[in-house]
């Protein structure tokens, strides 16, 4: 096991556990916070180059890796495969991949886009991220309509900018 | 209100199915004066349970046990129908078109295509006529018997503004079984903009709130829900006695009558292939070898337009706007049949889903931080019939029933791809007539809707599995009410002329029980 592959989970256990005994582990749980929080900002990174849109904040794209790692933090199969993932990405240039300059890793992401990894994280990150009620607001769509009586009464025929009727193109 | 019939008593009618055929045939018998039990596999919701959630009613209403596919399909998730009381009719948009009669004359309309099982409908479009008139009433279909249209919500009128600015005419509202006025005990449409996850008012039809509770009301008829059907059982004499089913992890066993299967194609592929005997070694009623052979659905494309404002697509019925004027047969387009254009319109999630098989990254989320200015259409086409595309049995693959896993294979016809690559280009021309900064042509992604022809009518039992009233050439007392009906496809949704046909296989049931035959 790599230190980037270790889980969220297991590392608050490790960090409650070394709490114990302060002075023998203070240097594990140093390293151990750092690996959590590379893979989380490696996650988010990810998140935020597949998913760009430039009115979300960084903290967004954070929360949702940590979402992301909370739930394949269940199941060892797919965590084994996201951290062999982050692996390739981290391994693959000078720096870590969270540190990356957004073309940089735009580039090694087109390289592995077709890993099981990414996929996974591509369609659990969009029901993640465009099932946030934030991202509705932002992009403008308005979500369960039923208590408001449906959009019939609420513009679902307000269009302005139409062409008359009988113009050609 | 609701009956209660003994498992022994052999006059009950087994309906398979609570959907569209099944649905409305139960209904129809009932009303008649006949005893019917519907088997229904899935769970029975009330109006209560439907929220304006697609994630929350997609795990409510979907058929999730598991099924295969190869070719083109999505190899998990191939079809996408419903496991509910209401069937699909809980997913479905509400369009109404008829079959045109050059497409029930298939096989004279376009000639013989290659690789194809193209035929002419043994129904004639004379024949059906009063059938689809009876169903439009029945399902208050707008623009039809004196039934306002719905009102143009902005996605319809950005498809009707650019369709006009290509010479394009045919075009309204659709004929919609959505209510467009109080009808029926049920509501107007409010425009809530989740057509497709349960009509949460009630407006669009649904045999959940419409048959299911009439036929109760005759006294004659039992649902059963969460029944699985597993068996249909032949007596001595060639005929089905009795229906076999799991309920709550028991097996139950009904005697009845007669039979119909109603399940949606694939379970009523299913149904059948895995009822093997000595008399039916291939599946039960599969003589001719063709019970799941001639699987047909439609493609469903879509393009996406960035418009130049505001369109807020979701909040308008989904497929209230309709383009016919493609849907016509014209030879020098380079393909057979013809195609509808719809309005449709996505979630962000689902939008994202699907122009995530495309890509990732600006090309994606460009799109989508425009969402409140996109606008959607939907290409709906015919689907020759090809008798390698089909339904099988997973030879050693299981669901949770213990029953083997239906494993659908699809492959594009030439003359689809051909008519998708024209449709294409049709509704990207519609969009930018109005100026759109950006265009998005969508795939065929959506898993199949529209599920037809695994159990063909037709006049030669060897050349067809049911006979034109539905009924099974092999078993004189089973019946098939579905889509699995359908010699070809058409260039239209299939929900309608399901119904049309369902109501007249009743009237022809009838006859049979009234003159001792059933």
Redesign the interface.
């Known amino acids: 096991m790599t230190s980037v592959s270790m889980t969220r989970r297991g590392a608050v256990r490790s960090i409650a556990l070394a709490a114990t005994i302060p002075f023998a582990c203070g240097r594990a749980i140093g390293a151990t916070v750092a690996a959590v929080d590379r893979g989380a900002a490696a996650t988010a990174a990810l998140l935020r180059v597949a998913f760009p849109h430039g009115r979300l904040t960084p903290d967004f794209y954070r929360g949702v890796a940590e979402t992301y790692l909370k739930e394949v933090a269940a199941k060892p199969a797919a965590i084994a495969e996201h951290d062999r993932g982050l692996a390739l990405l981290d391994g693959s240039h000078i720096a870590p991949f969270a540190d990356l300059p957004a073309v940089i890793q735009k580039g090694l992401v087109e390289k592995i886009d077709q890993e099981p990894f990414f996929k996974a994280i591509l369609w659990r990150g969009a029901e993640l991220i465009y099932r946030d009620r934030s991202v509705w607001k932002m992009v403008g769509y308005e979500g369960s309509s039923l208590e408001y009586g449906g959009y019939h009464d609420r513009g679902f025929d307000d269009i302005d900018w139409l062409p008359r009727a009988g113009a050609r193109a | 209100m609701t009956a209660r019939f003994n498992l022994n008593d052999s006059s009950v009618f087994v309906v398979i199915g609570s959907g569209a055929g099944g649905g409305t045939l139960s209904n129809e018998l009932a009303q008649k004066g006949h005893k019917v039990v519907c088997l229904e596999a899935g769970p029975r919701l009330s109006l209560t349970d439907v ?3 697609e ?1 929350v009613m997609f795990e409510k209403l979907t058929w999730l046990d598991r099924r295969m596919a190869t070719g083109k399909p999505d190899p998990n998730f191939p079809v996408w129908n419903c496991k509910t009381v209401g069937g699909t009719t809980m997913h479905w948009t509400g369009a109404c078109p008829r079959i045109e009669p050059y497409e029930m004359r298939a096989l004279s309309t376009y000639g013989p295509l290659p690789d194809t099982t193209l035929v002419d409908w043994p129904v004639t479009p004379e024949e059906i006529a009063p059938w689809y008139d009876k169903a439009e009433v029945r399902m208050g279909v707008t623009g039809k018997h004196g039934l306002p249209f719905l ?4 996605n319809t ?2 498809l009707e ?1 650019g369709a ?4 394009y005419t045919d075009i309204d509202t659709h004929n919609m079984a959505i209510n467009s006025v109080p009808r029926d005990d049920r509501p107007p ?6 057509c497709t996850s349960g009509c ?2 009630g407006a669009k039809w649904s045999t959940l709130y419409t048959e299911i509770p009439k036929a109760e009301a005759t006294g004659r008829f039992e649902l059963r829900p969460e029944s699985m059907v597993t068996g249909v059982n032949l007596g001595a004499d060639g005929r089905v006695e009795s229906v076999t089913y799991l309920s709550k992890g028991r097996s139950v066993t009904q005697k009845c009558r007669a039979v119909s299967v109603a399940g949606n194609v694939v379970e009523t592929t299913r149904l059948l292939l895995n009822n093997r005997s000595e008399r039916f070694p291939n599946g039960l009623a599969n003589s001719s070898g063709l019970v799941g052979r001639n699987y047909m659905r439609h493609f469903t494309i879509q393009v996406m337009g960035v418009m ?5 697509f ?3 019925t989904h497929l209230a706007g309709v383009v016919r004027d493609e849907r016509i047969h014209k030879p020098e387009r380079g393909f057979v049949g013809g195609f509808l254009i719809s309005t449709v319109p996505f ?3 689902i ?3 699907n122009m ?1 098989i495309g890509g ?3 090309d ?2 460009s799109v ?5 200015h996109l606008a959607g259409l939907l290409l709906t086409g015919e689907d020759p019939p090809q008798l390698s595309n089909g339904i099988t049995l997973h030879p050693t693959e299981r669901d949770g029933y213990g029953l083997p896993v239906p494993v659908v294979h699809y492959e594009d016809h030439p003359n689809t791809i051909a008519m998708k690559t024209y449709a294409w280009k049709v509704g990207r ?1 519609i969009y ?3 100026g759109a900064e950006k265009i998005v042509e969508m795939g065929d992604f959506i898993p199949a809707t529209h599920n037809m022809g695994t159990a063909r009518m037709g006049t030669d039992a060897k050349a067809s599995v049911c006979t034109p009233y539905g009924r099974t050439h092999d078993v004189a007392n089973l019946f098939v009410s579905d889509g699995s009906l359908f010699p070809t496809a058409a260039g239209c949704n299939p929900t309608l002329t399901i119904v049309a046909l369902a109501l007249r296989q009743a009237e022809h049931i009838d006859g049979e029980i009234r003159a001792g035959r059933l």
């Not at chain 2, 006009?164 to 010479?167: K, S, T």
């Not at chain 2, 130049?308 to 807020?312: A, I, L, T, Y």
């Not at chain 2, 989508?368 to 409140?372: A, G, Q």
Request: proline share 6%.
């Open positions: 929220v304006n959630d994630a009102p143009a919500g902005n009128k950005v503004a006009r600015m290509c010479g449409c409010q425009q809530l903009g989740f949460a008012v130049p404002g505001k369109v807020n979701h909040r308008q979630t962000p999630e939008l994202a889903k995530m990732w990254g600006e994606l989320t989508l931080d425009k969402y409140d021309r930018e007539a109005l």
